[in-house]
């Protein structure tokens, strides 16, 4: 199995900052999450979990109009469900960690760059040969140090 490959440099201050998690809460990767909670538990910090999502192809842009409120927050509701239940045997396997669960409406680039501003490691997955976009945009954006987890 490949190694996870760390990109960027991590002072000593950057240790109680936290451990960002992107997680596609519909395929979570065990390899993935048990990195990042292994990662928090030695540094002693909080564990970010990020999970972004999109509205399903027939509330997209092609309406005329948004979806109803209560549409979006039954599927922000299903996402956020979806993610607890990912994380949930990871919290239970590290109970020391802290964990903040994070659901946005907005593309697993932007969440993960966004959510780096204020990180001291972000945890990506790589599933196949190649980088993928949103591997690449975290890459070349983050703020902080990035762990690549192949899987």
């Given at each position: 199995m490949a190694q996870p490959?760390?990109?960027?440099?991590?002072?000593?201050?950057?240790?109680?900052?936290?451990?960002?998690?992107?997680?596609?809460?519909?395929?979570?990767?065990?390899?993935?999450?048990g990195f990042a909670f292994e990662a928090a538990l030695r540094r002693g910090a909080p564990l970010h979990?990020?999970?972004a999502w999109r509205l399903p192809a027939p509330a997209g842009p092609s309406l005329p109009v948004a979806p109803p409120e209560e549409d979006r927050g039954a599927w922000?509701?299903?996402?956020?469900?979806l993610l607890a239940d990912a994380l949930r045997p990871w919290r239970e396997k590290c109970p020391r960690v802290r964990v903040y669960e994070d659901v946005r409406l907005q593309s697993p680039p932007t969440a993960l760059v966004h959510a780096s501003d204020?990180?001291?490691l972000v945890v990506v997955g790589r599933g196949g040969a190649t980088l993928?976009?949103?591997?690449?945009?975290?890459?070349g954006h983050a703020r902080c140090p990035v762990t690549v987890v192949p899987h």
């Open positions: 490959i760390a990109v960027g440099h991590d002072p000593g201050h950057e240790r109680l900052r936290p451990v960002v998690l992107g997680i596609d809460a519909r395929r979570p990767c065990d390899a993935v999450t979990a990020v999970h922000e509701d299903e996402e956020v469900q204020t990180a001291g993928g976009p949103t591997l690449m945009a975290v890459l």
